[in-house]
């Protein structure tokens, strides 16, 4: 079974600096996806970015990009310019990619607070 | 638009009664679709899925059950709530590879 880690359960950053958020996974699998999902105080869960485990080449969404170490099962979400509308809870999540249905699994969340 | 409407927004209910829970999709046809509850300091808990019209996997054991009488309905429900039931529950759809989650906007459910 797979395994998703975020081990910062809050963080904070000031506006227009930069942050980092943590994430591991464990899987035997070499074919998956992986996940950012953000969740706002309105709370209503968006895809923020997500990567392809056979794609070397980190992705990136506008200021946010991910530092993705498959070696490593470390995939961290990078944050450049925060502002205030980044506050929200952040959800590294792993899916498996192969047909059929997949389970998505998700990690505990790290609460982001952007400070003005 | 591919749409999920969720609702109620915010539900509070006695111990022992029961509760149902809609979800419908708009804009897409045949799609996966799931439950999942979110508890504080546990991030998301995967509940049900659904690959098709009367097609419900459970993740877990527990007190609630789901169903899927429509294409593009899912229903969570429970006869008698307990108050470990209590939590944000969320609808979610799979994309059109299905690889990605869109979500609905949750019920609170608060059991008392």
């Known amino acids: 079974a797979q395994t998703v880690t975020q081990s910062q359960p809050e963080m904070s950053v000031q506006e227009a600096e930069t942050v980092t958020l943590s994430c591991t996974y464990d899987?035997?699998?070499?074919?998956?996806?992986l996940f950012w999902y953000k969740q706002p105080p309105s709370r209503q869960m968006i895809l923020v970015i997500r990567?392809?485990?056979?794609?070397?080449q980190n992705a990136t969404e506008n200021r946010f990009s991910v530092n993705f170490q498959k070696a490593a099962k470390s995939f961290s979400l990078k944050i450049s310019d925060s502002q205030l509308g980044d506050t929200a809870m952040y959800f590294c999540?792993?899916?498996?990619?192969?047909?059929?249905?997949?389970?998505?699994?998700f990690g505990i969340g790290t609460k982001l607070q952007v400070i003005p | 638009s591919q749409t999920i409407h969720q609702w109620p927004a915010t539900l509070v209910q006695p111990v022992g009664s029961p509760l149902s829970l809609e979800c419908t999709v708009e804009g897409t046809s045949n799609p996966n679709l799931y439950w999942y509850r979110q508890a504080a300091g546990r991030g998301l808990q995967l509940l049900f899925y659904s690959v098709g019209i009367g097609q419900i996997s459970s993740e877990v054991p527990q007190n609630l059950s789901a169903s899927r009488p429509q294409d593009r309905q899912f229903i969570l429900s429970s006869k008698k709530l307990l108050l470990s039931d209590s939590g944000f529950y969320l609808c979610?759809?799979?994309?059109?590879?299905?690889?990605?989650?869109?979500f609905g906007s949750g019920t609170q459910l608060s059991v008392l």
């Open positions: 979610a759809r799979g994309g059109a590879t299905n690889e990605k989650l869109f």
């Open positions: 899987t035997s699998e070499n074919n998956y996806y």
């Open positions: 990567q392809e485990a056979y794609k070397q």
């Open positions: 999540a792993f899916r498996k990619n192969s047909g059929g249905y997949q389970k998505v699994t």
